[in-house]
């Protein structure tokens, strides 16, 4: 099975800070890799999909990148509203997701 | 729109079966995939399984021998079908639109194993 590391497990930032958060895979994934949030009590959001693609409705501040093993996901000017977690997922074999990043304002 | 919603029952002894619904709406099962996914408390996403929309199945590795997921398109219904369950699966139950990028998720159902 491909295991997804996503780093930090927890992380602090500003309003308006730009926030990256890394998603690491145990083989190439060829961009097959989501982006989903979390808020507490909800069900995930999906944000980008195929590594890059933004999702319909998702503030243009939230952006994707990456190959092979190595994925991230930016957000270019943290707002209050971003605080949750952000899973990764890959799908290039069956479907794993990361353990998450927790984001929140410092 | 698309909506999804979980049912079932919040309380399931050890080892007896779980069974949970999954009721779409503005979507047709015969053109979409459906996939379960689960959430322990706390913790992080594990994917069950998925009914593409051909009727055919797909099932997490280390749950496939007790895991069924089914369909009546009829009545735009999912079912999930679990048995042999223990305390480690409790957990939020998702059922989501999309076999490889769920894009519309339902509200979840929590599910405790306990006596």
């Known amino acids: 099975d491909i295991q997804m590391t996503q780093s930090p497990s927890l992380l602090s930032a500003s309003v308006g800070d730009r926030v990256t958060l890394s998603c690491k895979a145990s083989?190439?994934?060829?961009?097959?890799l989501n982006w989903y949030q979390q808020k507490l009590g909800e069900a995930p959001k999906l944000l980008i999909y195929?590594?890059?693609s933004l999702q319909t409705g998702i503030p243009s501040r939230f952006s994707g990148s990456g190959s092979g093993t190595d994925y991230t996901l930016t957000i270019s000017s943290l707002q209050p509203e971003d605080v949750a977690t952000y899973f990764c997922?890959?799908?290039?074999?069956?479907?794993?997701f990361g353990a998450g990043t927790k984001l929140e304002l410092k | 729109q698309v909506q999804l919603k979980e049912s079932g029952p919040g309380l399931v002894q050890p080892s007896q079966t779980l069974s949970l619904t999954c009721t779409v709406s503005?979507?047709?099962?015969?053109?979409?995939?459906v996939s379960w996914i689960r959430q322990p408390p706390g913790k992080g996403l594990e994917w069950m399984g998925v009914?593409?929309?051909?009727?055919?199945?797909d099932y997490n590795s280390a749950i496939k021998s007790r895991l069924s997921i089914s369909r009546d398109t009829s009545k735009s219904q999912v079912f999930l079908k679990m048995n042999s369950l223990q305390t480690e699966d409790t957990a939020m139950y998702f059922c989501?639109?999309?076999?490889?990028?769920?894009?519309?998720w339902g509200q979840g159902v929590m599910v405790t194993v306990s006596s």
């Open positions: 989501a639109r999309g076999g490889t990028t769920p894009d519309y």
């Open positions: 503005g979507l047709s099962l015969t053109s979409n995939s």
């Open positions: 009914i593409w929309s051909n009727g055919g199945t």
């Open positions: 083989q190439n994934i060829y961009k097959y």
């Open positions: 195929y590594t890059n």
């Open positions: 997922q890959q799908y290039n074999s069956w479907n794993t």
